[in-house]
């Protein structure tokens, strides 16, 4: 079955330390998206890549980074400059044809 | 600025008592209106898109609607396995692929 797999579920990053969360799809989808969740706060936009080899920052990118080498992939860096990591990290992927994203489970990142 | 605004933030409802959750948007040129759901700790599931004013679609005991300015997520008779998180977002013409979310709305059925 076609979807989008999100890994670590869990993550734990020490203080100053990068970490890369993996985001990879078989949905043949052009589009990939990274958003932050938190508490009481909806879904914040990160980073989003229409195509192979481009991407945008989103409305948060400040103390992350991303790369699209090969249409499946779209993997984030949470980098030490961002000071407040802790949250819900998810991925989504989406055609033009219909702009509904499909979301993969998640990855829950906490500061130690 | 495209913004998206979800009303109330919870909700408790005894199993069978019916109601609405609201969405007011402002979104340049919508081009669509989705409704998604998500259960804790789990990634958004979608739901409904809805396209343009007076547009209505149902799935089991959901109905979503939209006019102009608002869209309504109706549930009829619910059940406890509805108790969820229903996440509305918008897209318009001049944000491409993008979505904006609202807060969402915390669904709590009660048997």
């Known amino acids: 079955d076609g979807g989008i797999t999100q890994s670590p579920k869990y993550l734990f990053r020490k203080e100053g330390q990068n970490v890369t969360l993996s985001c990879e799809q078989n949905?043949?989808?052009?589009?990939m998206y990274w958003y932050r969740q938190d508490p009481g706060q909806g879904l914040r936009l990160i980073y989003y890549?229409?195509?192979?080899?481009?991407?945008q920052k989103g409305d948060i990118a400040e103390g992350y980074s991303v790369s699209r080498e090969k249409k499946e992939s779209f993997p984030l860096t949470v980098t030490s400059a961002q000071k407040n990591p802790t949250a819900f990290y998810l991925c989504?992927?989406?055609?033009?044809?219909?702009?509904?994203?499909?979301f993969g489970s998640g990855t829950r990142l906490t500061v130690v | 600025e495209d913004q998206v605004t979800q009303s109330p933030e919870a909700l408790r409802l005894q199993e069978g008592e019916s109601s609405s959750l609201n969405c007011s948007y402002t979104?340049?040129?919508?081009?669509?209106l989705f409704w998604y759901r998500q259960d804790p700790g789990k990634g958004p599931e979608f739901l409904f898109t809805?396209?343009?004013a007076g547009e209505e679609k149902e799935k089991e005991r959901l109905k979503a609607t939209l006019t102009k300015k608002e869209s309504f997520l109706h549930i009829t008779a619910p059940k406890p396995e509805d108790s969820a998180t229903y996440l509305c977002?918008?897209?318009?013409?001049?944000?491409?692929?993008?979505?904006?979310f609202g807060e969402g709305t915390q669904l709590t059925v009660n048997p």
């Open positions: 989504a992927s989406s055609t033009d044809r219909d702009y509904g994203y499909t």
């Open positions: 977002a918008g897209s318009g013409w001049t944000s491409g692929s993008r979505l904006t």
């Open positions: 890549s229409q195509i192979v080899n481009d991407f």
């Open positions: 949905l043949n989808h052009d589009a």
């Open positions: 979104v340049s040129g919508l081009r669509g």
């Open positions: 809805l396209y343009s």
